[in-house]
């Protein structure tokens, strides 16, 4: 508060200035007694509602919602890929995060990206075997079960079978990424599964995946093993090290799921819950609401807001490029940079009249948007909850189908940082920190979010690369606000991620006014040529005991709730 004073800030912070409606203690249920379930295909809505109402409970939905996006999104994620689950298990108020990001295979070396000067070799990291990192998802999968289901892995996981095995119905969004990523898919035989006579199929046309049912079959009865070991294993190491990849059993062997401890921030009386790194989320949006904090940017106009939006996304993500990697690997000061003194000294050098420059910030560029990955949130009738964001990065992940496994494996790999100040296909940059090591995991800026408050709880989370932490951050605003799932999840964007030093923004996300007001106050704008993101998410409000499912209108996915 002192330094906010220093600062000439004259008015300052009424805690209390933001006050959506609120129910009363006395009122608060302890249970929703209503699920929900919301994420970006039908079919995985439908297979979690399935398997909650076959008693299962949020975790075994969330492993059949998981494994069903896998299925009929193999664009965005799946079982050769990775992602973080956020849980909230409400018998003992356990927050954690189950950790089941890709993992740099053994053979992976700091510099295995550069060529013999120094120079990054084109699309290495990006396409083909060379570009992925082991599994996480499958050990992810089977950890949620024996830990937190109640009901067998087999069963949770009987409608992604079912989907491998009798097909899916393509939709516009699977078209248009079969399209974009043609002739990557032609270098393995993804190409026989996803293409028709080489080309996209029509709306309408059934994808069957046998082999890919088989796989999920093997783990589903075997657990861990029946993936990281035995047949599967061998194929995927066959297949990966025939098309040049170098993995062994040892890569296998050698990757465990990780439960860690969620990072948790206050703002304004509503309490956070994010996603730990090796997630760059949590800590970056802790940060930026921490500097936002003492400006009720709740109560003034929309260029000051979106600016202040901005400037504390630009300190955040310079700390992401400089200190956030793999924690298992290097000292991440994720304390420090979440505290709310450490905010005050950032918060020192934002001007209310003017734009930082990002030069200007000590220490340390962009391209592609609009790769791929997936976030869906489940909510059951108790009051658990999940909020899970898996991917395999960018559409198709590196495009690479493994023969007798019939997945495709990632290209997480671009998600280090493959020369320090070399920007990634988000645009991101890094340096020490987020290097490359063997075994080690890759920096993400995937987000899976939960706001507690006295209106109540929402869970959050999208896809978008680096702008998922943004995002993620103006669906936190907007529930402080008082919105609910359905508005958070449409609601207009914009972003910043300290390099470039511009706002990208939805052409609707800022009025002509806001446009001009941002200009004079220095900053430089790019409207996105399209939408971004896909935010699924859940909201629970106390008053009325009110449960909201919200898929993103810029989706295909499905929102919906169980009424028990
Ligand atoms: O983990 C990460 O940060 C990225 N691999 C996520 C990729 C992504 O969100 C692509 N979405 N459009």
Not at 42 to 67: H, K, Q
Not at 228 to 252: C, H, L, M, P
Not at 257 to 279: H, M, Q, W
């Amino acid at each position: 508060m002192m330094l906010v004073r220093a600062l000439g800030l004259s008015v300052l912070v009424l805690l209390s200035a933001c006050a959506p409606i609120v129910a009363a203690d006395a009122e608060r249920p302890l249970k929703p007694k209503t699920g929900a379930v919301a994420s970006a295909h039908p079919l995985a809505t439908e297979a979690g509602l399935e398997i909650m109402s076959r008693g299962g409970n949020a975790f075994d939905a969330a492993i059949a919602v998981s494994a069903a996006l896998g299925v009929v999104e193999p664009y965005s994620s799946g079982f050769g890929g990775g992602g973080f689950y956020l849980l909230h298990r409400v018998s003992d108020n356990l927050y954690t995060m189950v950790d089941g990001r890709e993992k740099a295979p053994l053979s992976a070396s700091r510099d295995m990206y550069l060529d013999a000067d120094g120079n990054p070799i084109p699309r290495l990291a990006k396409d083909g075997v060379l570009a992925a990192g082991i599994p996480g998802m499958p050990a992810a999968l089977v950890h949620l079960s024996q830990k937190y289901g109640k009901l067998p892995l087999a069963t949770s996981l009987e409608p992604a079978i079912r989907y491998a095995r009798e097909g899916f119905e393509v939709d516009k969004r699977f078209i248009a990424g079969v399209t974009f990523k043609k002739d990557l898919l032609k270098t393995s035989m993804a190409a026989d599964v996803f293409l028709l006579n080489g080309e996209a199929p029509p709306p309408g046309h059934i994808i069957k995946q046998p082999l890919l049912a088989k796989t999920i079959e093997r783990f589903a009865t075997g657990g861990l093993d029946g993936f990281y070991k035995g047949k599967t294993a061998k194929r995927i190491i066959k297949g990966v090290n025939e098309a040049g990849g170098d993995w062994s059993q040892a890569d296998f062997d050698q990757y465990t799921v990780v439960e860690r401890e969620p990072i948790y921030g206050t703002y304004r009386g509503s309490r956070i819950i994010s996603a730990p790194p090796p997630s760059s989320g949590g800590v970056a949006i802790i940060d930026a609401l921490n500097i936002l904090e003492p400006y009720n940017i709740h109560e003034v106009d929309g260029v000051r807001r979106k600016h202040l939006v901005v400037e504390a996304l630009r300190r955040a993500f310079r700390d992401r490029a400089q200190f956030l990697g793999d924690p298992d690997f290097v000292d991440v000061p994720t304390e420090r940079l979440t505290h709310k003194f450490y905010a005050d000294g950032q918060r020192a050098s934002i001007r209310l009249d003017r734009a930082t420059s990002s030069d200007s910030l000590p220490g340390f560029q962009p391209e592609d948007e609009g790769q791929h990955t997936t976030h869906f949130s489940v909510l059951d009738a108790d009051g658990n909850r999940v909020g899970g964001t898996q991917t395999i990065n960018f559409w198709f992940g590196g495009g690479y189908m493994v023969p007798g496994v019939g997945m495709l494996l990632n290209n997480e790999m671009d998600d280090f940082s493959i020369k320090p100040g070399v920007p990634n296909g988000y645009g991101l940059v890094g340096a020490g920190a987020n290097e490359i090591q063997p075994g080690k995991r890759m920096l993400s800026s995937m987000t899976p979010t939960f706001v507690e408050s006295d209106l109540g709880v929402a869970i959050l989370g999208t896809p978008g690369g680096s702008r998922i932490i943004s995002m993620v951050l103006l669906g936190v605003l907007e529930r402080i606000d008082g919105a609910n799932a359905e508005q958070i999840s449409a609601k207009p964007r914009y972003h910043h991620q300290y390099l470039p030093d511009s706002i990208t923004y939805e052409s609707d996300a800022f009025s002509a006014e806001e446009v001009q007001g941002l200009q004079d106050l220095g900053h430089t704008l790019k409207e996105s040529s399209r939408k971004y993101g896909n935010m699924n998410t859940i909201t629970w409000d106390y008053a009325g005991n009110k449960v909201i499912s919200g898929a993103d209108p810029r989706g295909v996915g499905l929102a919906k709730i169980r009424v028990y």
